[in-house]
T-cell receptor, first 113, second 113 residues
Framework: AQSVAQPEDQVNVAEGNPLTVKCTYS??????LFWYVQYPNRGLQFLLK??????LVKGSYGFEAEFNKSQTSFHLKKPSALVSDSALYFC???????????FGTGTRLQVFP | DAEITQSPRHKITETGRQVTLACHQT?????MFWYRQDLGHGLRLIHY???????NKGEVSDGYSVSRSNTEDLPLTLESAASSQTSVYFC????????????FGEGSRLTVL
């Protein structure tokens, strides 16, 4: 079955430190992977996606993600966290042949001043 | 600016009542989706549509229905609301099938008493 896992419910990091939000996936064939961010009382916003090509994908607000096929991971990273990055982050994978997105359970990122 | 809007943003109803959540997008996107967001489950797909007169069931479609009579709208109907359907509902759209990202509405918070 196609699935995506976010092993951490919450990640805490101090402002200015690097951050990583983890995501692993299980799909048949080549994965299409996405990261979305949700601020309080708002809808999800697209951050970045991996379809093919360079394993390091750059996205909005200084975020990037690294695709690792051998570890079936697509971790979200940022070199220097901001308090304004505090939000709920979702990883998603496209389901082959159905064209639907399956979302992980989300990771709450808390950046402390 | 083109956008996707949901209404109502908040609704309280009673068990057994019929409820319709509206979703309207002005991007002329072919693909539209309804998700529900629940703690510990992330986002789960309820129904989706790839165009006018096309509707498909997602992973949690029981108790829900949709209809697509035009490109802009995909209303979600709960035929007989149940307390288990208390949730936050998100509508999303995408230009077409493939690798494009989803654009989300702001969400509709439904409470079934």
């Amino acid at each position: 079955a196609q699935s995506v896992a976010q092993p951490e419910d919450q990640v805490n990091v101090a402002e200015g430190n690097p951050l990583t939000v983890k995501c692993t996936y299980s799909v048949s064939g080549n994965p299409y992977l996405f990261w979305y961010v949700q601020y309080p009382n708002r809808g999800l916003q697209f951050l970045l996606k991996y379809i093919t090509g360079d394993n390091l994908v750059k996205g909005s607000y200084g975020f990037e993600a690294e695709f690792n096929k051998s570890q079936t991971s697509f971790h979200l990273k940022k070199p220097s966290a901001l308090v304004s990055d505090s939000a709920l982050y979702f990883c998603a994978v496209r389901v082959v042949r159905t064209d639907k997105l399956i979302f992980g359970t989300g990771t709450r990122l808390q950046v402390f001043p | 600016d083109a956008e996707i809007t949901q209404s109502p943003r908040h609704k309280i109803t009673e068990t057994g009542r019929q409820v319709t959540l509206a979703c309207h997008q002005t991007w002329n996107h072919n693909n539209m989706f309804w998700y529900r967001q629940d703690l510990g489950h992330g986002l789960r797909l309820i129904h989706y549509s790839y165009g006018v007169q096309d509707t498909n069931k997602g992973e949690v479609s029981d108790g829900y229905s949709v209809s697509r009579s035009n490109t802009e709208d995909l209303p979600l109907t709960l035929e007989s609301a149940a307390s288990s359907q208390t949730s936050v509902y998100f509508c999303a759209s995408r230009p077409g099938q493939g690798t494009g990202e989803l654009f989300f509405g702001e969400g509709s918070r439904l409470t079934v008493l």
